[in-house]
């Protein structure tokens, strides 16, 4: 009601119209008036965009173009995924099952791996030899269940054309699990101090049950995920065995993501406010102190462990070659048993694989693509069919609906039918 008589209201005194200023007034007012109107409008702009009057494609799916367009995606899909299946298939790789190392093999002498621990994927006709294995111990480590030591040859007939990565295989271990792939901190891993009760108290991702010990002092990382970190050791050298070939290097660096840059930052704790996970206490005996709290930004062995994986059986890249190919020969490899895997049924393996433009190997994608357009050409060829068994002329309009005579003849019954009922409300009325 206010802004009706605003809008209406009648001047508080009225000009001499015979005065020079009477229409100068009168006008300034009714643009006030429009000035007011213009600004309280809600209407968008009057623009194309705005009203929804945008150039637009409506396509009419008739029977030959969907044919035409399904055929095609199957000529397409169908080569694409061949080409992805050659290209996986031609990579070599070799992997090796050692969960069994500590109990089978010998200390005293090199014994034969069993075949079935064993699986080479290499393109050559030559005789590979059979890998040897040996329990040795690593007597620098004071606990005694920390120190056995799994050695391993192995023998490449012909060279591997790289580059070449190193990877652990675990399989039955699910990281999958919810509980266990929520259970940690992102803050923490960005290097915020994020106080206990904080941790306690966040909902969703935290880091139950492992965010204190006894003493009150923060686990760091905390949660289930890094505090089950795989902790198997591997040398950083393929020693050429009895001169057969010269040393072969690898690295740890570089084998994660450049992206982790910004999940991984050095914490800001104080080594005082802080505790090693529960199963690091044999990485750390004494706890943290100014010298040794982990930055996380440069262990990137820790990072390829936290991208926790979708499945029970993984594979997370541990080494990488220094140089592109690995030299025919005889190699040894050592590697520290820590992590165990018996109690949960558990296997772990090592993993050596060349890498193409598409990555390792892989077959999933080209049978996937190849599928879907095998599929695609399927459904093109029953359209075509249902085209040829039952043709119909495409765009008709007798075919509407409304335009057949059987919808015709429905609406003369139904209005007769209303008729009749008229007709008779009317003669039981009277």
Known sequence: ???????????????????????????????????????????????????????????????RTVIHMLIALGIIFIPLGVGMWFTSNKVEDMMIEYTQ?????????????????????????????????RLNKNLSIPYLDEQ?????????????????????????????????GQSFSNDQLLGQPIDKNLLMNAVGINCEPLIADPNGKIYYPCGLVSNSYFNDTFSHTFAGVNGTTKDYVLTNKNITWPSNYRRFRPTRYNYTQIAPPPNWIKMFPDGYNETNVPDILKWEELQAWMHTSAFAD?????????????????????????????????????????????????FFFGYLWMA??????????FVL?????????????????????SYHDNEKEEEEKENENTEEKAESAS
């Not at 600004?39 to 965009?49: A, G, L, V, W, Y």
């Not at 140089?323 to 558990?346: E, M």
């Not at 039952?390 to 409304?402: A, H, M, T, Y």
Request: hydrophobic share 35%.
């Open 1 to 63: 009601m206010q802004a009706l008589e605003a809008r209406y209201r009648l001047p508080t005194s009225v000009p001499d119209p015979n005065s020079p200023l009477a229409y100068l007034e009168l006008s300034l007012d009714l643009d006030t008036e429009d000035e007011e109107q213009e600004q309280k409008s809600k209407r968008p702009t009057e623009n194309n965009f705005s009203q929804q009057r945008l150039a637009a494609i409506n396509p009419v799916f008739s029977a």
């Open 148 to 180: 056995n030591v799994c050695e391993i040859h192995f023998t490449l007939p012909e060279d591997l054309k790289g580059p070449l990565r190193f990877f652990y295989r675990l399989k039955n271990f699910h990281q999958n699990h919810r509980r266990y």
């Open 372 to 381: 879907f357009g095998g599929v695609c050409i399927l459904l093109g060829l």
């Open 385 to 405: 069919f249902l085209k040829l068994a039952r043709p119909r002329k495409s765009g008709d309009v007798n075919k509407l609906s409304w335009n057949e005579l």
């Open 314 to 362: 993984f594979r997370k890249l541990s080494l990488k070659g220094v140089d592109r190919d690995l030299p025919a020969g005889t190699y040894q490899i050592n590697i520290g048993l820590h992590f165990p895997v018996i109690p949960y049924r558990g296997h772990k393996y090592i993993f050596l694989s060349l890498s193409t433009v598409l990555g390792g190997k892989n």
């Open 101 to 133: 190392c500590e109990f089978q093999a010998n200390s005293d002498y090199w014994k034969p791996i069993p075949k079935k621990y064993v699986t080479f994927n290499l393109k050559t006709d030559k005789e590979i030899p059979s890998p040897m294995w």
